[in-house]
């Protein structure tokens, strides 16, 4: 089955720094649908992250709020998740969701 979402731009780095992750999705579904991003670390349950609408609207998790950023290119039907300041706590695998379709998840971690 052809993989309509793909995450990308997962690594280790150190607090403090910066990651930028990449959601491509297919035309077909990207589009018309807002975009979310969740992420689940180990043990724990998936907890969603930020989302923005088709328009640019954007939301956050408190957690993340004024660190990360949301941001969609329609033409190249492809979201990112700016990601400043990082701590510890946000290592987690980062999954997107477009509609009702979940990509295979990106690997972040931060070491202290």
């Known amino acids: 089955q052809a993989q309509l979402v793909e995450e990308s731009g997962g690594g280790l780095v150190q607090a403090g720094e910066s990651l930028r992750l990449s959601c491509a999705a297919a035309?077909?579904?990207?589009?018309?649908?807002?975009v979310d991003w969740y992420r689940q670390a180990p043990g724990k349950q998936r907890e969603w992250v930020a989302i923005?609408?088709?328009?640019?609207?954007?939301n956050y998790a408190d957690s993340v709020k004024g660190r990360f950023t949301i941001s969609r290119d329609n033409a190249k039907n492809t979201v990112y998740l700016q990601m400043n300041s990082l701590k510890p706590e946000d290592t987690a695998v980062y999954y997107c969701?477009?509609?009702?379709?979940w990509g295979r998840g990106t690997q972040v971690t931060v070491s202290s």
């Open positions: 969701l477009v509609r009702n379709y």
């Open positions: 035309a077909s579904i990207f589009s018309t649908n807002s």
């Open positions: 923005v609408s088709v328009s640019g609207f954007s």
